[in-house]
C-alpha cells in the first residue's frame, strides 16, 4: 500500500510539472530531429489580398488607441481591409468606430450575439486570400502585419500565430504572474513550432488562408477551433515570433480567477467537440496536443491526486492524528505567508488559484454550460496598451 501511494503521488505530481517543464525539454530534444523541411515557396511575395477582422463590445476605454494602431498598420499595409463587429455595445463604441469609415468596414449587432458571430460574420464579407484576427483591445507592431504574410509564402502553412507580449508586469502580483506564464506558453508554441506545428492559437493575433476558414459554431470560441480544424486538415499552424503585438495583463486576481473559468470551459468544449478529429492527428502532433492542452487542463486535479496520496503515506507512516496535523500545519503555514505577504508563497498561490480557475472550467464544460457572450474583464481594459517591446522580434531559424 505504501509503495502504491509513493507512485501514485509522484506519477500524480510528474503529470502536474509535464506540460510547464518535462513537456518544453522534451521539445527542446526533439527538434534536433524533427525539424519540418523546407517546402519551395509559391510565387513568393505575390500580392495577396489581406483582410483584418475584430469584434468589440463596450470598447469606448480603448477603442480610441486600437484605430491609432489600425491606421498605422494601413500605412505599412496599404491594401489591408480591415472589418469590425461591435457586438451590442452600450457605451458608445459603435458611434466613435463610426467617424472612421474611411479606415474599416463597420457591422453593428442590434443585440448581443457572442464574438464568434461577430467574427463568422466578418469572415463571410470578405473573399480575402489571408484574414487577420485580433482583439479590440490588443495593438499590433506596426511593421508586423508584412512579415507575418511571408509565411504563408511556405504552401504547408494554413494558420500563423503571432507574439503576444503583456506590457504591465510589474503592477501586481497576478500580472506577474500573467505575463511569467505566457513567456513560456511563448516559448512553448515557438518549440513546437520548430518540431511542426503549434497546437492552437489564441485570438490575440493570428492569420489563416481564407478558403480552410470553416464556420465557427456560435457556442463555441473561435480562435482554437479554426487553429485546431487547420490542424487536422493536414496544414501546419506555426508560430511568428517576429510578429509581435501587445496587451494588457489582469491585475486583479479575481478577475484572472474568472478569466482561467471561461477560458478553460470554452477550450474544453472545442476538445469535446473536435476530439475524434484530434485524435487522429500524427503521433508526435498528438502528443503536443495531449501535454500542451490535455494534461493541462486537468493539473490542479493531479495536483490534489497527488495531495491525498502524501497524506496517505503520512497515515501509514504516522497515525491519522499526527498526519492531519501535520497537513493542518503546512496549510496554516501556507496561509499565514501568503497574508503576510512572502512574495513567493503569494506567487505560488495565485498560480494554484488559476489552476483551480482552469479546473473549474472543466468542469463546467461537462455540465454544458457556454460563454457565448462575456464581458471583457475590468483589470484588462484600466488603461492605455502602449507598445513598447519587452522583448525584441525573433525570427525563427525554420519555418
Excluded at 459554431?217 to 506555426?238: H, K, N, Q
Aim: with cysteine; proline share 5%.
Amino acid at each position: 500500500m505504501l509503495l502504491s501511494l509513493v507512485v501514485i503521488a509522484v506519477v500524480a505530481a510528474l503529470l502536474t510539472i509535464h506540460p510547464f517543464v518535462t513537456y518544453p525539454a522534451s521539445l527542446l530534444l526533439l527538434r534536433r530531429w524533427c525539424r519540418p523541411s523546407a517546402q519551395p515557396a509559391v510565387a513568393p511575395g505575390a500580392p495577396r489580398r489581406v483582410a483584418l477582422c475584430f469584434c468589440a463590445y463596450n470598447e469606448a476605454g480603448v477603442i480610441g488607441d486600437k484605430i491609432v494602431n489600425l491606421r498605422l498598420l494601413r500605412e505599412h499595409l496599404p491594401e489591408l481591409a480591415i472589418h469590425c463587429y461591435v457586438d451590442g455595445a452600450t457605451d458608445g463604441t459603435d458611434r466613435i468606430l463610426a467617424d472612421h469609415a474611411d479606415l474599416l468596414r463597420l457591422t453593428v449587432g442590434s443585440e448581443r450575439r457572442g464574438k464568434t458571430f461577430g467574427m463568422n460574420t466578418l469572415v463571410a464579407q470578405t473573399d480575402a486570400d489571408i484574414v487577420i484576427f485580433t482583439d479590440a483591445n490588443v495593438m499590433v507592431s506596426p511593421d508586423g502585419l508584412p512579415r507575418l504574410l511571408e509565411y504563408f509564402d511556405d504552401p504547408t502553412v494554413g494558420c500563423v500565430c503571432g507574439h503576444l507580449v503583456y506590457v504591465n508586469p510589474g503592477e501586481t502580483e497576478t500580472s506577474r504572474n500573467g505575463a511569467l506564464y505566457w513567456r513560456l506558453e511563448e516559448f512553448t508554441k515557438r518549440l513546437e513550432s520548430e518540431t511542426g506545428s503549434v497546437v492552437g492559437a489564441d485570438g490575440s493575433l493570428f492569420a489563416i488562408r481564407r478558403t480552410l476558414h470553416q464556420p465557427v459554431p456560435e457556442t463555441i470560441i473561435d480562435d482554437m477551433y479554426v487553429s485546431l480544424t487547420i490542424l487536422c486538415a493536414g496544414y501546419r499552424v506555426v508560430s511568428a515570433g517576429d510578429v509581435l503585438s501587445f496587451e494588457r495583463a489582469a491585475t486583479s486576481a479575481r478577475d484572472e480567477f474568472r478569466r482561467k473559468i471561461r477560458i478553460a470551459c470554452q477550450a474544453f468544449n472545442v476538445h469535446r467537440l473536435l476530439w475524434p478529429q484530434l485524435r487522429k492527428l500524427p503521433p508526435l502532433t498528438l502528443y503536443k496536443y495531449v501535454s500542451h492542452r490535455l494534461v493541462r487542463w486537468f493539473s490542479i486535479y493531479f495536483i490534489a491526486l497527488a495531495g491525498l496520496a502524501s497524506f496517505g503515506v503520512l497515515v501509514l507512516l504516522t497515525d491519522w492524528a499526527s498526519a492531519s496535523l501535520l497537513t493542518l500545519a503546512g496549510i496554516g503555514g501556507v496561509t499565514t505567508a501568503h497574508l503576510l505577504g512572502v512574495g513567493r508563497v503569494r506567487q505560488a498561490c495565485d498560480i494554484l488559484l488559476a489552476m483551480l480557475g482552469v479546473g473549474i472550467g472543466v468542469i463546467r464544460s461537462f455540465r454544458g454550460d457556454r460563454f457565448t457572450v462575456w464581458n471583457p474583464a475590468g483589470s484588462v481594459r484600466a488603461a492605455h496598451t502602449i507598445i513598447e517591446p519587452a522583448v525584441q522580434p525573433q525570427r525563427p531559424a525554420m519555418r
